[in-house]
């Protein structure tokens, strides 16, 4: 039986954590950034994880 190929778009976004979970990074923070107050963009920096719903999905894009 073949190999599943990891979708290379989706491994440069996500990250494993520690726990299994998935990492990835907020939206909204590439451009038009001078209508978003200083509060907002500061929390946009930050990492989050992958929402419960969406964590099979990007699974199986990433070949697990």
Same mark, same amino acid.
């Given at each position: ?33 001078? @209508?978003?107050?200083? &509060? %907002?963009?500061? =929390? *946009?920096?930050? /990492?989050?994880?992958?929402? @419960?719903?969406?964590? &099979? %999905?990007?699974? =199986? *894009?990433?070949? /697990?």
């Amino acid at each position: 039986m073949p190999k599943q190929k990891t979708n290379r778009s989706a491994a440069k976004r996500f990250r494993k954590t520690g726990s299994g979970k998935l990492r990835r990074q907020r939206a909204f923070h590439s451009h038009i950034l001078t @209508k978003k107050s200083a &509060k %907002r963009k500061r =929390r *946009l920096r930050k /990492r989050t994880l992958v929402a @419960k719903a969406d964590e &099979k %999905r990007m699974n =199986r *894009l990433l070949g /697990r």
